[in-house]
């Protein structure tokens, strides 16, 4: 057994600081032992959440991991693999040239009158990115900015956020705003759309995709020329979990099999019986979250310090990362070509993981994505403007913030109603009754001391007591019999 130096984590003025997973694992030999100085509910901040280990240095596993390799691999999976290295070549120039341009934009107006073009549907389905333009006006979302802005100053001696000398991303998850902006009809209508494009392969799967909840996240207002906030190209959602957890490697099923295209990111089944962390990882999501999101409240142009994304088609980008440990660089990952690479069944390797890590990836552990071309920022967001990605989609946040006003975004997700979702929202009432962080977010006072935040009672709209989990939720209709159990079993757990 041993202890993982998370602190070190807290105390970096970086995030991108990296650490050394592979001396810790090789003096352990046992990953499943992983403990930490810090638990889940330490008094950090967002940087907690990444162990950015660099990505240059390859992470040694205990054996098992090769056991495991073997016990997956099927020989079909060589020819799967030389199909996606092949596809992967036109889709990297593609993206490489494209860039933003490859990210859909709706405009709120199709997804009110339910009538978005079907050419934007498909390019959302195809790379798992959306954004929704005019959901809420400029009016609004300045409004949204000049409230957060007094918060932090009325509450100046309380703040708390990362880093915590010149604060870029405030442990804010009460404030008015906040709530103003996650039970704005916009915003809701946008997450009912995005949840639409879901479904259950299996009508008994418990979740309500009609339902969609909150789930309080931070604010980031990051200040022009900022560098601390960076983060290299990942995957949330855990890392070694996708092929060491049974249900989680369900998901890749098709892929597994050799099927590639035929793998289906937007079938959430198979994702409710995956489990995300086996390792007790710091600042991981607890609920089922197939969108992350985020809603801009200032104009963020592409080069202010935003978002990044791999908006390529998400079966292909998907299949390369689950193959990925399968195979080796026969002489150094820089040479792409299939004949380059050998089949690893022997080693341990699975590039870019980490117990209790996101999957991290870079030019040196995911080659053929080429990253460093392929990750694009956001486009040019308006005020109010929203943006959601998948839940599979390689991100990053821009190294530096390039332009000239503040950029300010709450991250608020599309999330439907499970039964652990549900769980969840019922800790999420009570903290929010009393001005605490969510159980997934760093404990402490929180804004419990803090004044101007939101108080409860004054939440009337049905729509978003319900999305906040004060009022019963209604059975959707032409609820699936999966949907049908979710609501009441729901409903009898947060209110009878
Ligand atoms: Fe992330």
Redesign the pocket.
């Known amino acids: 057994m041993y202890k993982t130096s998370y602190s070190r984590l807290l105390t970096t003025a970086r995030i991108a600081k990296p650490i050394n997973f592979a001396r810790h694992l090789a003096t352990s030999g046992k990953a499943s032992t992983v403990t930490h100085d810090l638990s889940k509910n330490n008094n950090g901040s967002i940087a907690s ?2 162990n950015n280990f660099s990505g240059k240095e390859d992470v040694a596993l205990p054996p098992r991991f090769s056991d495991l390799k073997q016990s997956i691999f099927k020989e079909n999976l060589v020819e799967t693999w030389r199909q996606v290295l092949a596809h992967l070549k036109d889709a990297v120039e593609e993206v490489a040239t494209e860039q933003a341009n490859l990210i859909p934009k709706v405009p709120y107006d199709q997804i009110q009158s339910g009538n978005v073009d079907e050419e934007l549907i498909k390019r959302i389905k195809t790379t798992g990115t959306c954004v929704v333009q005019g959901a809420v006006s400029q009016d609004k979302a300045a409004s949204w900015e000049h409230s957060i802005k007094d918060y932090i100053e009325c509450n100046a001696d309380r703040v708390k956020g990362f880093p915590q000398d010149d604060i870029q991303v405030y442990e804010f998850y009460n404030s008015v705003a906040q709530i103003e902006a996650r039970t704005h009809p916009g915003l809701i209508q946008s997450q009912q759309f995005m949840l639409d494009l879901l479904h259950a392969s299996d009508p008994h799967s418990q979740i309500s995709l009609q339902t969609p909840i909150s789930y309080f996240d931070r604010v980031q207002l990051r200040k022009p020329g900022d560098e601390s906030f960076a ?1 290299g190209p ?3 959602g855990g890392s070694l979990e996708r092929w060491e957890d049974e249900g989680y490697r369900n998901c890749w099923k098709s892929i597994l099999n050799g099927d590639w295209k035929g793998h289906d990111p937007f079938d959430i089944s198979p994702r409710l019986n995956a489990n995300y962390d086996l390792y007790g990882a710091i600042g991981g999501c607890s609920v089922y979250r197939p969108y ?1 999101g985020l809603t801009a409240f200032t104009p963020i142009r592409s080069h202010e310090g935003t978002l990044r994304v791999l908006p390529m088609d998400l079966r292909l980008s998907t299949a390369y990362t689950i193959l990925r440990p399968f195979f080796a660089p026969k002489r150094g990952p820089q040479h792409l070509d299939f004949d380059d690479w050998k089949l690893d069944l022997e080693s341990s390797s699975f590039p870019g993981c980490a117990p209790a890590s ?1 999957l991290e990836m870079s030019d040196l552990t995911h080659p053929h994505l080429q990253l460093s071309r392929t990750v694009t920022s956001l486009p040019d967001l308006n005020a109010g403007d929203q943006f959601y990605w998948h839940s599979d989609v390689i ?3 821009n190294a530096k913030h390039e332009g000239d006003r503040e950029s300010g975004i709450f991250f608020i997700p599309a999330i439907p109603l499970t039964v652990n979702n549900a769980h969840y929202l019922k800790q999420q009432v009570h903290t929010f009754k009393q001005g605490l962080p969510g159980k997934d977010f760093p404990q402490g006072e929180g804004e419990s001391n803090m004044v101007g935040r939101m108080d409860p009672a004054k939440i009337l709209t049905g729509s978003a007591r319900q999305l906040l989990g004060l009022e019963r939720f209604s059975v959707p209709q032409q609820a699936t019999p999966g949907a049908k159990t979710t609501v009441e079993k729901a409903n009898g757990f947060l209110f009878d």
């Open positions: 959440a990444f983060l990942h995957i949330d992350q996101t991100h990053a946040v």
